[in-house]
């Protein structure tokens, strides 16, 4: 089903629909949105993001990083901006490109068995154009670690050129914090 969204997200971005199927598109999305409706769940029960085992958790908001090989420290993948994630000009969104960080370098802050940290601040460097429709390799890695934060670094890579890098401060939650 997430699948089938991000494909609708790409193609509603790319596509400049006549009027007659605007009309039953809207009517199509505000039936299932009623029908969905009728299964509302709180967050602990509800499906998407909460299954690591599909690409992008289960979830339509991040591109998808995949992963090829990680350990504790270090995570290497790639990620590819669809349509729905254009700027301008060919260019991801330049708030598309944190939101990859945001997931990449949280779920290697949090793996290993480390206590759940939350960001607390992510720094991004945009070094070239973001380019969409390719895949883009992607690396996350721990720089150090004092007490409850953890710093973390990251890279996105379009062949040769760096795309973007980012700088990452997680901060391990004490117990009963949100
Ligand atoms: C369930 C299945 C899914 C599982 C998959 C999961 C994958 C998830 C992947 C996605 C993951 C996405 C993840 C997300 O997106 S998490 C969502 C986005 N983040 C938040 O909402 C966090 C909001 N902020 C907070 O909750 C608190 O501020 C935190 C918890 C961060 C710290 O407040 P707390 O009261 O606890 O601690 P403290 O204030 O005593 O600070 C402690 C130390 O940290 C230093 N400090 C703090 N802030 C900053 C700063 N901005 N710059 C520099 N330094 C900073 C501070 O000086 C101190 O240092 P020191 O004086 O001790 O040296």
Same mark, same amino acid.
């Given at each position: ?88 000009? %060919? +260019?991801?969104?330049? @708030? ?6 945001? /997931?990449? =370098?949280?779920?290697?802050? !949090?793996? *290993? ?40 670094? %990251? +890279?996105?890579?379009? @062949? ?6 980012? /700088?990452? =401060?997680?901060?391990?939650? !004490?117990? *009963?914090?949100?």
């Amino acid at each position: 089903m997430i699948e089938s969204l991000r494909l609708l997200h790409d193609r509603i971005t790319g596509a400049a629909p006549p009027p007659e199927l605007l009309k039953e598109m809207t009517r199509a999305f505000e039936d299932l949105a009623v029908e969905l409706g009728l299964y509302a769940v709180s967050e602990r029960e509800q499906i998407t993001g909460h299954r690591i085992d599909l690409p992008g958790r289960g979830q339509a908001l991040v591109p998808v990083f995949t992963v090829d090989e990680s350990d504790d420290e270090h995570v290497r993948g790639s990620v590819r901006f669809g349509r729905y994630y254009l700027g301008g000009n %060919g +260019a991801a969104h330049g @708030g598309a490109i944190p939101l990859v960080f945001d /997931e990449m =370098l949280g779920r290697l802050a !949090n793996a *290993g068995g480390r206590p759940i940290s939350r960001t607390a601040y992510l720094r991004v460097d945009y070094r070239s154009i973001t380019p969409l429709d390719r895949d883009l390799r992607a690396e996350a890695w721990f720089d150090r670690e004092e007490g409850r934060k953890r710093f973390l670094r %990251g +890279a996105i890579f379009d @062949g040769e050129t760096r795309c973007a890098e980012a /700088e990452g =401060l997680f901060v391990a939650l !004490n117990p *009963g914090q949100p």
